[in-house]
């Protein structure tokens, strides 16, 4: 069961390195996309060489914005022609580690008879907040003077926007394990469909909604599990999940997701401490 870890990083070479040892297993390969606005070299010194690719078409990323679904399609393209025979490949951040040992984690996998995990809602009747996403134009993917004036002068004279190609929307979070064929079907879709990347590429956080909507309006729908495999702490209000802490350990400890997200070693390094001592048995 050979996995590929596709991991989107921009900061904190250091516990990038951490996350790859945690997950190292003879037959876990691990492609690295490093936002273009970062220093490269800064991850190439610290990082291990072996079964570790940096993906070489590198993006700006945005936070809301297309890039990062492109930063996504450039690794799933890397892996896809890496020549290594992938079976899985599990979409992390750099923030993220994992709550079961490498040889639990490639068992699982191997167990799961070609399906694919990510978390998927109806927009329409099961996640409507994300409605005006697809609806409503929005300019997050580019930059230029007084973007957000035009955008709302677009949103107030053109007609409401509509999926292309019949596509029913669904989705919610961005992280997902998904088979090498679900992650080709994805790339060889956008490839001959070059009118729905358009599309999202005016939606906001698209990243949370096209790989999702891609799947479930194909054959591959009947292997979509509604599980993204990771334990996200959220508060309510707030964008971005909380950062866990030492207290979250027996929540972390107690749940069967095989990842978590999100840590911050420079301020708690405890917790990765003892989910290394606890679970995966570094010392």
């Given amino acids: 069961m050979k996995i590929a870890h596709l991991i989107l990083a921009h900061a904190q070479p250091a516990q990038l390195g951490r996350l790859i040892k945690a997950l190292a297993h003879e037959q876990a390969y691990f492609f690295i996309h490093i936002d273009q606005k970062s220093q490269l070299s800064d991850f190439e010194n610290v990082l291990p060489k072996e079964h570790v690719y940096f993906i070489e078409k590198r993006e ?4 809301g914005a297309y890039s990062i679904v492109q930063a996504t399609l450039n690794g799933l393209d890397a892996i896809a022609s890496s020549g290594l025979h992938i079976d ?11 709550l079961k040992r490498a040889d639990e984690i490639h068992a699982f996998f191997e167990s799961q008879q070609g399906k694919s995990f990510m978390e998927f809602q109806l927009v329409s009747t099961e996640w409507t907040e994300a409605i005006s996403r697809l609806t409503e134009y929005h300019l997050t993917n580019y930059s230029f003077p007084g973007k957000y004036f035009v955008q709302k002068w677009m949103n107030k004279l053109l007609p409401a926007r509509q999926l292309p190609d019949n596509l029913v929307a669904v989705g919610r979070s961005q992280w997902m394990s998904l088979t090498m064929n679900a992650a080709k079907h994805i790339l060889n879709y956008l490839h001959a469909h070059p009118n729905v990347a358009f599309y999202f590429k005016h939606t906001w956080a698209p990243d949370e909604i096209i790989f999702q909507t891609i799947l479930y309006n194909s054959h591959f729908r009947d292997k979509m599990v509604n599980n993204n495999l990771r334990y996200i ?3 309510e209000g707030k964008a971005s999940p909380e950062t866990l802490k030492e207290q979250d350990l027996e929540r972390l400890l107690g749940t069967k997701a095989l990842f978590a997200r999100k840590f911050d070693m420079h301020t708690n390094p ?10 995966l048995s570094f010392t």
Avoid at 88 to 98: E, H, K, R
């Fill in 88 to 98: 899985y490949i599990n979409l992390l951040s750099g923030s993220d580690y994992p």
């Fill in 233 to 235: 702490q959220w508060q």
């Fill in 60 to 63: 700006k990323v945005a936070w």
């Fill in 270 to 279: 405890e917790i990765l401490d003892l989910l290394d001592k606890k679970i």
